[in-house]
C-alpha cells in the first residue's frame, strides 16, 4: 500500500472518530436534555393534576352544601330515611349515577350501617384511615378506588349527630375530571391502577392501539410510534385520599410534526457531514501524489545502490528531503566498505559469545523444574549444525541458540505464571475460608435467636398439656409454632410453615409470629384474626413470600376448639383409639391475596383427646430410595397412641423417632415440626 494511501486512511480514520466522538457528546447532552425535559413534564402533569382535584373537591363541597340546604335533609341524615334523602338529592339536582354529575352518595355513622346511593351492592366508601380521619371533625377529599377497580373523586363532611357523628360523603367520577385535564394539557388523559388495568380514559381506542406497558409506581416520560404518528407519553404516579400510591396518570400528546422536524434535520446533518469527510480526503489524496513524486524518485535510486549499480545518481539536489537522502547515500557507501573490513573481528567475537551464551542456557536449564531442564539440555546438545559453507553454519547456530533461548524463555515465564496463579488463589482461597467462617458463625447465632423466640413452658393451664418440637433444616427454617393465652377461658395455637428455607423464610417467619401473636389478643375469633393477618401481610408482599398456618383457640372450660386451616395440614384428632384428620375450612395460604374471607372450623374435645399438629417435613421426608413417608405411615404410627395415658410429649417423641428410623440417615429435606395438644378437663373435681 502506498505511504500517500495509508496517509489518506489514516486522516480519514481520525476524521471518522472525531464524528463518532461529536455525535456521542451530542447524544449524552440529549440524554441530559431529556432527563431534565422528564422532571419538567412530570412537575407539571403533577402540578396540573392537584389543580383538578382541587376543583374537583371544591364543586364537590358546593354540592354538599347545596344539600345540606334542603329543608327536611338534616333530620332525614339522622333517622336514615332513605326515601326522604332520595327525594332531597333530586330536589337539589344532585343526580347518582356513573353518566350524571354525580357518581355516588353515601351516609356513614358510627351506630348504624351506611347508606349508600349509586353503587350495587353498596360498597366502602371511605378506607379505615379516612373514616377515622372524617370522624374527627377534619375535612377529607381526594380520589378514591371504590371496589378497588372504580375511580371517584370524594367529598366528605361531618354533621353531628344526636347519639353518633355523621359523615356525609359525596363521589363524583374520575372520568370528568379526566376530560377536564385532557383539554387542560391538550391530551389524552388516561388512569391505570397499580396492576397497570385502564380504568379511566379520554381516549380508550388510542391506548388500546399503542398497547402501552407502564410501571404505575415510577414516574416515566417517552415515545411511542403508532403508523404515521409520535406521542409522547408522561406518566405520573397518583395516590389516593390517604396518600397511599393509587396508580398513575398517563397522557398521551400527538407530537408528529416536531418528531419529523427532527429527523429531517439528523438527516441532513449526517449527509453534510458525510460529503465534507469526502472532499476533504479526496483533496488530500491527490495533494500527496503530487507531492510524493519527488520521493519515489529517491526510492528508485535507492534500490539501484542495493543491486550494486554504483553509476546511479540523483537528479535533484538540495537541503529538503530529498538532497538530505542523497547525503545518506553516500555514508551507507563508506559504511559498507568499513563493514567488509570488521567482519572477521565480529566472526571471533561471535564465536566467543555463541560459548557465553550455551553455558548460560545449562544454568538456566537447571533453574527449571526436572522435565524442561531435560527438554532444554536435549536441545542444546542435539542441535549442531549441518556441514556446509561457514555463513550458513553460523547462521544455522544463532538460528540453533534463538530457539533454545526462546522455548527456555516460555518456559520459564509458564512455570513463574502457574506460581503466581497459584498464590493468588491461595490468598483469595484464604480470605473466602475467613469469611464463610464469619457467615457461618453469623448463621448460628441466628439460629439461636430463632429458637430463643418460641415458647418453652409447656404448661400454661393445668385443663391442657402442649408438647412442641422443631428442627430446622438448615441453620434458620421457616417453621414456626406458638400457644398463648387470650384471656382467663381462651387459649391460643399455631402451628405455620413459611414458603422457601434459609435467612428470608425466616425473617418473613419472625414478621408473621409476631403480627398473629399481636392481632391475637385483639381479635378472638379465629377467620377474624387470620383475616386481619393476611391484608398485613399481602400489603408490599414485593417476594410473594406465603405462609400455610393452622390457628386454633381452645375454650378451656368446655373442650370447644374454634379453628381456621389456610391451606395447612389438616392436624389429626386423636380419640379412643381412633385417628381422624380435622375437615379443612378451605382457606388459602396467608399473603396470597388480600382481602380474602377465612371459614371456621369447630371440634369438641373430651378429656383425654390429642390434636396432633405438624408440617410438610415429616410427611415429606425421604429414605436413601427416593420413598417419601407419606400420610398413611403417620396414620399407622398415631393409630396406637390415640390413648388418654399416652401423654403429648410421648406422642411427639413416638412420631419423631419413626421419621428419623424412616430416613436412615438421609439428608433432611425440609423443617421437621409437630405440635400435640391434650385437653385433660377440668382437674379441680
Given at each position: 500500500m502506498l505511504l500517500r494511501t495509508r496517509i489518506t486512511l489514516i486522516v480519514g480514520t481520525a476524521l471518522v472518530l472525531t464524528v463518532l466522538g461529536l455525535g456521542g457528546a451530542s447524544l449524552l447532552r440529549e440524554q441530559l436534555l431529556q432527563q431534565r425535559l422528564t422532571a419538567t413534564a412530570v412537575a407539571g402533569q403533577t402540578a396540573l393534576w392537584n389543580e383538578m382535584l382541587a376543583t374537583e373537591s371544591q364543586r364537590l363541597e358546593q354540592s354538599l352544601q347545596s344539600l345540606k340546604a334542603q329543608p327536611g335533609f338534616l333530620q332525614a341524615l339522622y333517622s336514615a330515611d332513605r326515601a326522604t334523602i332520595a327525594q332531597a338529592l333530586t330536589h337539589a339536582?344532585?343526580?347518582?349515577?356513573?353518566?350524571?354529575?354525580?357518581?355516588?352518595?353515601?351516609?356513614?355513622?358510627?351506630?348504624?350501617?351506611?347508606?349508600?346511593?349509586?353503587?350495587?351492592?353498596?360498597?366502602?366508601?371511605?378506607?379505615?384511615?379516612?373514616?377515622?380521619?372524617?370522624?374527627?371533625?377534619?375535612?377529607?377529599?381526594?380520589?378514591?378506588?371504590?371496589?378497588?377497580?372504580?375511580?371517584?373523586?370524594?367529598?366528605?363532611?361531618?354533621?353531628?349527630?344526636?347519639t353518633y357523628p355523621i359523615v356525609l360523603v359525596l363521589g363524583r367520577h374520575a372520568e370528568h375530571g379526566l376530560q377536564r385535564f385532557a383539554q387542560r394539557s391538550a391530551t389524552s388523559a388516561h388512569l391505570i391502577d397499580l396492576h397497570g388495568t385502564l380504568l379511566g380514559s379520554t381516549d380508550s381506542n388510542l391506548w388500546q392501539r399503542l398497547q402501552i406497558t407502564s410501571s404505575p409506581r415510577i414516574a416515566t416520560y417517552q415515545q411511542h410510534q403508532d403508523k404515521d404518528h409520535t406521542y409522547t407519553l408522561n406518566s405520573t404516579p397518583v395516590t389516593d385520599l390517604s396518600g397511599h400510591p393509587a396508580g398513575a396518570l398517563v397522557t398521551l400528546a400527538d407530537n408528529t410534526h416536531e418528531a419529523s422536524t427532527r429527523q429531517f434535520l439528523d438527516r441532513m446533518a449526517l449527509i453534510s457531514t458525510s460529503l465534507l469527510m469526502l472532499t476533504v480526503l479526496l483533496g488530500l489524496y491527490v495533494y500527496l501524489g503530487k507531492n510524493f513524486r519527488t520521493l519515489d524518485n529517491a526510492i528508485a535510486a535507492l534500490q539501484a545502490l542495493a543491486r550494486g549499480d554504483a553509476r546511479v545518481r540523483l537528479q535533484h539536489a538540495g537541503n529538503d528531503e530529498i538532497g538530505r537522502i542523497a547525503q545518506a547515500v553516500v555514508v551507507f557507501?563508506?559504511?559498507?566498505?568499513?563493514?567488509?573490513?570488521?567482519?572477521?573481528?565480529?566472526?571471533?567475537?561471535?564465536?566467543?559469545?555463541?560459548?557465553?551464551?550455551?553455558?548460560?542456557?545449562?544454568?538456566?536449564?537447571?533453574?527449571?523444574?526436572?522435565?524442561?531442564?531435560?527438554?532444554?539440555?536435549?536441545?542444546?546438545?542435539?542441535?549442531?549444525?549441518?556441514?556446509?559453507?561457514?555463513?550458513?553454519?553460523?547462521?544455522?547456530?544463532?538460528?540453533?541458540?534463538?530457539?533454545?533461548?526462546?522455548?527456555?524463555?516460555?518456559?520459564?515465564?509458564?512455570?513463574?505464571?502457574?506460581?503466581?496463579?497459584?498464590?493468588?488463589?491461595?490468598?483469595?482461597?484464604?480470605?473466602?475460608?475467613?469469611?464463610?467462617?464469619?457467615?457461618?458463625?453469623e448463621l448460628q447465632i441466628a439460629a439461636q435467636v430463632q429458637l430463643s423466640i418460641l415458647p418453652r413452658h409447656l404448661t400454661v393451664d393445668s385443663r391442657v398439656q402442649?408438647?412442641?418440637?422443631?428442627?430446622?433444616?438448615?441453620e434458620v427454617g421457616g417453621d414456626f409454632y406458638d400457644y398463648f393465652v387470650i384471656d382467663a377461658e381462651h387459649l391460643g395455637f399455631v402451628i405455620a410453615d413459611v414458603s422457601g428455607k434459609g435467612v428470608p423464610a425466616a425473617l418473613f417467619m419472625a414478621i408473621t409470629r409476631t403480627l398473629l401473636k399481636a392481632t391475637a389478643v385483639f381479635v378472638t375469633a379465629p377467620a377474624s384474626c387470620i383475616r386481619k393477618l393476611n391484608d398485613l401481610l399481602a400489603t408490599e408482599n414485593e417476594q410473594m413470600m406465603f405462609v400455610t398456618i393452622f390457628y386454633g383457640v381452645l375454650h378451656l372450660p368446655t373442650g370447644r376448639v374454634t379453628y381456621v386451616n389456610a391451606g395447612h395440614n389438616p392436624p389429626y384428632l386423636l380419640r379412643l383409639g381412633t385417628t381422624t384428620p380435622l375437615p379443612?375450612?378451605?382457606?388459602?395460604?396467608?399473603?396470597?391475596?388480600?382481602?380474602?374471607?377465612?371459614?371456621?372450623?369447630?371440634?369438641?374435645?373430651?378429656?383425654?383427646?390429642?390434636?396432633?399438629?405438624?408440617?410438610?417435613?415429616?410427611?415429606?421426608?425421604?429414605?436413601?430410595?427416593?420413598?417419601?413417608?407419606?400420610?398413611?405411615?403417620?396414620?399407622?404410627?398415631?393409630?396406637?397412641?390415640?390413648?388418654?395415658?399416652?401423654?403429648?410429649?410421648?406422642?411427639?417423641?413416638?412420631v419423631l423417632a419413626d421419621v428419623h428410623r424412616f430416613e436412615r440417615g438421609a439428608p433432611q429435606a425440609d423443617d421437621i415440626t409437630c405440635l400435640c395438644l391434650q385437653y385433660q378437663g377440668d382437674t379441680s373435681h
Open positions: 339536582h344532585v343526580l347518582i349515577g356513573p353518566q350524571e354529575p354525580l357518581a355516588l352518595m353515601g351516609v356513614i355513622s358510627a351506630g348504624s350501617e351506611p347508606i349508600v346511593f349509586g353503587t350495587e351492592p353498596p360498597r366502602p366508601l371511605l378506607d379505615a384511615v379516612s373514616l377515622d380521619r372524617a370522624l374527627g371533625g377534619e375535612g377529607v377529599s381526594g380520589l378514591r378506588m371504590v371496589a378497588g377497580s372504580t375511580p371517584v373523586m370524594i367529598a366528605a363532611h361531618t354533621l353531628p349527630g344526636s557507501r563508506h559504511s559498507a566498505e568499513e563493514l567488509t573490513a570488521s567482519r572477521s573481528l565480529r566472526e571471533r567475537v561471535r564465536r566467543r559469545q555463541e560459548r557465553l551464551i550455551h553455558t548460560q542456557l545449562q544454568q538456566l536449564a537447571d533453574a527449571t523444574d526436572m522435565t524442561s531442564r531435560e527438554e532444554v539440555l536435549e536441545l542444546l546438545h542435539n542441535g549442531e549444525p549441518h556441514q556446509g559453507s561457514a555463513a550458513s553454519e553460523d547462521e544455522e547456530q544463532l538460528r540453533h541458540l534463538a530457539a533454545v533461548m526462546g522455548s527456555l524463555t516460555q518456559r520459564i515465564i509458564g512455570q513463574h505464571q502457574r506460581l503466581s496463579t497459584m498464590i493468588v488463589e491461595l490468598r483469595e482461597a484464604l480470605v473466602t475460608k475467613t469469611r464463610l467462617a464469619g457467615l457461618e458463625q402442649i408438647d412442641c418440637h422443631i428442627t430446622p433444616a438448615r379443612r375450612t378451605d382457606g388459602i395460604a396467608v399473603a396470597v391475596s388480600d382481602g380474602f374471607v377465612y371459614d371456621e372450623g369447630v371440634v369438641d374435645l373430651a378429656p383425654g383427646d390429642k390434636l396432633f399438629l405438624y408440617t410438610d417435613g415429616i410427611t415429606e421426608a425421604f429414605d436413601p430410595d427416593g420413598q417419601e413417608y407419606g400420610n398413611h405411615r403417620l396414620e399407622q404410627v398415631l393409630q396406637p397412641l390415640a390413648a388418654p395415658h399416652c401423654t403429648a410429649q410421648a406422642t411427639n417423641e413416638t
